[in-house]
């Protein structure tokens, strides 16, 4: 079949995870790696939440608990010899960014009842080289660099000897590798790939402060998990391209818990509630999908249209895991400027599903329905073969 659509179409240049599972945030694609000869992109995302729910304690409404943030992507890759690529990727992986404040109006000195702030961020910079034998399969494996940092503060009564608890995650830089297997036909507009990346080994030097207790500066071993992606495309007619991507995040293995934090909680582990506490953790791996269909409108116009979804963690709902999961569906455009140069930007809108409700045990943040459970993703980028 002589296919009119170029083997690559991914018009959707925004990240379709955040809000999902954890801490997930940009889905690690290295997608733009596949890319034809010499060739480099970037773009850039805007998060627009809004989620918020109700204490089970209190009764209060949280308000929103997720503010606005962008995300920066960019790739560069070379075509060094026919079966020989390199290429360098950056992006945000993993992060969360929740505020709210709740001050009860009759208080007299309007104190907080309950207040939270966690903002962690990661960076990645990969280094990718694939070898490819034949036309129709490439092999590839790199090394990232990975950057981990964050500062998360509670207060108020309502946290009792957690009140006034502050952790400084000190960034730290660390290492990780990933391998994987790409094949395709370019004339049908086939293409698979399959990559592992390894889990990211993290020593934080971490500073917490506690009005309550002496704490001193210590390391917290703080591991980003490993992950599968698996990505496919293909042609279904001249016009008409199929793409998907199924990916599994192992976060069930990871937890924050920094030394001091739970020196604050030994006096009181004999209560079952307290016992297992820990700062950030969850209780399953993610699993997420998405399955789109592109149509070239014209020589220089393609459209598409895609869903979504993701599995969550089955953490009980918290300010730190609202949600538990979501579905979603986007849309989105590319316009060749030239031959060698596009622009693409896309929409999405994520609807979330309530995490489960637990009153038996204690979280740092506890809510106990999500009332406002939408998420809008749009975005725009740039790619140029050279």
């Known amino acids: 079949m002589k296919n009119r659509i170029p083997l690559l179409l991914i018009v959707l240049c925004i990240s379709v995870h955040s809000h999902g599972a954890a801490l997930e945030k940009s889905g690690q694609s290295i997608l733009p790696f596949f890319e034809k000869g010499n060739y480099a992109e970037f773009s850039v995302g805007q998060i627009h939440a809004d989620i918020s ?4 304690n209190t009764g209060f409404s949280s ?4 503010d606005d943030y962008r995300l920066f992507q960019a790739t560069i890759k070379a075509q060094l010899h026919s079966q020989v690529s390199i290429g360098l990727l950056l992006d945000q992986p993993f992060g969360i960014k929740v505020n709210y404040f709740y001050a009860p109006e009759a208080s007299s000195d309007h104190a ?6 966690v903002d962690i961020n990661t960076y990645n910079i990969t280094a990718l080289t694939g070898f490819q034998p034949t036309v129709n399969w490439n092999f590839y494996a790199g090394l990232t660099r990975q950057r981990f940092e964050g500062n998360i503060h509670l207060f108020g009564k309502n946290y009792s000897f957690l009140n006034g608890y502050t952790a400084q995650l000190k960034p730290d830089d660390a290492t990780g590798w990933l391998l994987g297997l790409n094949y395709q036909r370019p004339e049908i507009a086939l293409r698979t790939s399959l990559t592992y990346r390894s889990e990211v080994k993290h020593r934080v030097r971490t500073t917490e402060l506690s009005p309550l207790y002496n704490l001193s500066e210590q390391s917290t071993a703080i591991d980003t998990p490993q992950s599968v992606n698996f990505d496919f495309m293909s042609a279904i007619s001249t016009s008409n391209l199929v793409f998907g991507t199924v990916r599994w995040v192992n976060w069930e293995d990871f937890e924050i818990q920094p030394a001091g934090f739970q020196s604050i909680l030994n006096p009181y582990i004999h209560i079952p509630s307290v016992s297992g506490l820990k700062l950030i953790n969850y209780q399953s791996d993610q699993w997420s999908a998405k399955l789109g269909i592109a149509h070239l409108l014209n020589e220089k116009l393609y459209l598409s249209a895609e869903t979504s979804w993701d599995s969550g963690s089955n953490n ?3 300010a730190t895991n609202p949600a538990n999961g979501y579905n979603g569906i986007g849309a989105g455009f590319r316009y060749n400027i030239s031959p060698k140069t596009f622009v693409s930007s896309g929409l999405y809108y994520l609807k979330l599903k309530p995490a489960k409700t637990d009153t038996t045990s204690l979280a740092v943040t ?8 939408d998420v809008w993703a749009y975005g725009f980028k740039v790619g140029h073969y050279f």
């Open 316 to 318: 009980p709902a918290s």
């Open 366 to 373: 506890s809510l106990s329905t999500l009332e406002d459970k």
């Open 63 to 66: 308000g929103n608990l997720v």
């Open 53 to 56: 729910g109700k204490n089970p």
């Open 112 to 117: 907080p009842s309950e207040a939270v702030n």
